[in-house]
């Protein structure tokens, strides 16, 4: 039987498999949709570097790998608080 935690984490694991298969560079708009937040959190997030990201002269994007490896990190972390 599977704990909520277990769930949780094969829901994170699945999300960060999605976004990894993903082979061109986010934009804030693509990946606050994949995550189901706002495009706004996202890049005050990427201006604060809470969230992995790269410029390319104003724009702002993310990589697939690095926001994968990050969604991982986050789980692992919000869990081991539980």
Do not use: Y
């Amino acid at each position: 039987m599977d704990t909520i935690a277990d769930k949780s984490k094969h829901q994170l694991m699945s999300l960060a498999s999605r976004i990894n298969a993903i082979h061109h560079a986010l934009t804030a708009e693509e990946l606050a949709k994949l995550l189901g937040v706002s495009r706004l959190m996202i890049l005050r997030r990427a201006k604060r570097g809470t969230i992995p990201s790269f410029r390319v002269g104003s724009c702002v994007r993310f990589d697939p790998a690095n926001i994968s490896k990050w969604l991982f990190q986050q789980g692992v972390k919000s869990m081991s608080k539980s």
